[in-house]
């Protein structure tokens, strides 16, 4: 059982604890989230193999109270808890960690590594939060378990896996996350943040977050002898000239103030010096808002890797061949009335002065899609701060930055950052799922 700080209600009688005040549920339940939280850190497991994390997220809500299912959408969970009629409210967390080998120092820090897709054995570690969004979850799960008597309706706690492939969010909806169990009317999500101090949130309307398509370029070309290159058509010559053209899309076919990125992130080909190859494969990441601006990005891809090819005298057969991957997600939106309802509780439970408004990033986030669906349900995402008051200042007195999410040497302060999120999270579903 865990630990709390109020003995049991008896029945009949009026809650011990007020329900827009559940700091002390939530310090009482701090010494076990944090273990949960730093057990979860050096334990992390890949996007699509997130079997043990799934399983103790399962296991901490069904103690909570949830009615539980599992392996929806590969590793899955949704854990259901119901309070008589009313609003349906999705919370959710993801549960993948990433191919990083971790120089945190810390002394829970992961030393674990995992296989990736090719079999390949590659170093892993949370680098991006998502062991503190779990733990946050549970806390919530536990917290809002004790103050039935202070909301109704229903809560869908979510589980997601292969957030950083953006993938997890499609696969649960297609399992049936919105035919097959209650239909959120509202859905909400956190997000650690690099740069916010501890015990403050961040916030903001509208697009917060990016579009994002992960394409893969195959440039093809005519093998030959180093010495011969008049013998062969060189893809690396050409994969080189088409990734500085991409560079050109941005700044010369996008409207100036219209945000867009185009990424080219890996490039592979040949095998030795005196060898000209007969392939070349990049990797690209494309980020906008607009869907326009969008479709945009990946046409002007297709036109100049094709030209260019053309103008080397590749043969038609020979065109490269440009795939659009299932590694998408559409921009994030936090719906205007809803993130307004959510700026208000979280200003109301810290003060104004610790919720802080945040600019849209370029990085994605597939908590998008759980409000791209055919319902339209409102989303709202807000950040959490993860960082010593003091270090924030200094690095800004300096100019200097952080450790980034997913950079090697990223970590939270665990105690501040948890307390902090649980209360957040819980007090904004106190606030949706207010008894009438």
Known sequence: MHRLLLPCLTLGLAPLVPAQDVAPLVAGELPSLV?????????PELSLHEEETARRIAGELRQAGCTVTE???????????????????LVRTDLDALPVREQTGLPYASTKTGKDDFGREVPVMHACGHDIHM???????????????????????????????????RLMLKAGLYSKLPKPDKAL?????????????????????????????LVRGVGAHGSMPDLGKDPILLASQIVVALQSIVSREIKPGDPAVVTVGSIHGGTKANIIPDEVRLQLTLRS????????????????????????????????????????????????????????????????????????????????EFGRTEEKVPICLFRLGTQPPARVADAKVRGVTLPS???????????????????????????????S
Request: charged share 20%; net charge negative; proline share 5%.
């Open 135 to 169: 733990t946050c979850l549970i806390g919530t799960a536990r917290t809002i378990a004790r103050l039935k008597d202070h909301w109704q309706g229903t809560i869908v706690f979510i589980g997601q896996p292969a957030e950083e492939r953006i993938l997890g969010a």
């Open 35 to 43: 273990r949960f939280y730093k057990e979860l850190h050096a334990n």
């Open 405 to 435: 999410l997913h950079s090697p040497l990223f970590y939270p302060v665990p105690e501040p950052t948890i307390q902090t999120g649980v209360i957040a999270m819980t007090r904004v579903v106190l606030d949706q799922l207010k008894r």
């Open 189 to 217: 999500a956190l997000h650690v943040s690099a740069d916010l101090p501890h015990g403050s949130v961040g916030i903001m309307e509208g697009h917060a977050m990016a579009n994002v398509d992960t394409l893969e370029i």
């Open 289 to 368: 808002y607009k869907a326009e601006t969008r479709d945009k990005l990946i046409a002007s891809i297709q036109r100049i890797t094709r030209n260019l090819a053309e103008a080397a005298g590749m043969p038609e057969e020979k065109m490269p061949e440009v795939t659009v991957t299932e590694e998408r997600t559409s921009s994030l939106y936090n719906e205007p009335a809803l993130t307004s309802q959510v700026r208000q509780t979280l200003e109301t439970a810290f003060g104004a002065d610790r919720v802080v408004h945040v600019l849209p990033t370029m990085g994605a986030e597939d908590f998008a």
């Open 71 to 89: 392996k929806m959408g590969g590793h899955g969970v949704v854990g259901v808890l119901a309070n008589g009629t009313g609003p349906v409210l």
